[in-house]
């Protein structure tokens, strides 16, 4: 979804990131999200094999490829169906450059183990062009 408002526009993708950017295309920023079996020290991909007990580590990469910087980022995911948060997710866990900082909601405001649900990023500042910020969480498969 394109919306113009004013002189920026705002580009959301269906449950994965909106943000906002002066002068770009939304092919300018990519968001790429990996899982990783920490338990079976798998490699990060897009699809792994899992079993129950297992923790697996989702790692969603935002990169701004585009010429300008871009701000007002939010990444939505959620935890997967018949999994649990395996620890609070903390923004010190993440890869953010400097300029960011970073706000985890949930819709029911519970960041702590065992959660199950939506979670939303709201990374505060600006990623410059060229840039790639990371943020991560770990789930155990019941």
Known sequence: MLVFIRVFFVFCFF???????FASSAHDVTL???VTNITQH???ATLIEAKPGDVLEYNIYVSNGSKSAISNIQI???VPQFTTLTAVIDCNNSYLPTALSCEILTPDGVNSQGYQ???AWTLVGKLEAGVTARVSYQVTIK
Request: charged residues 15%; aromatic residues 10%.
């Open 15 to 21: 449950n994965s990131i909106c943000y906002d950017v």
């Open 32 to 34: 790429i999200k990996t």
């Open 42 to 44: 798998s490699q990060a």
């Open 76 to 78: 939505f995911a959620a």
């Open 117 to 119: 649900g939506e979670i």
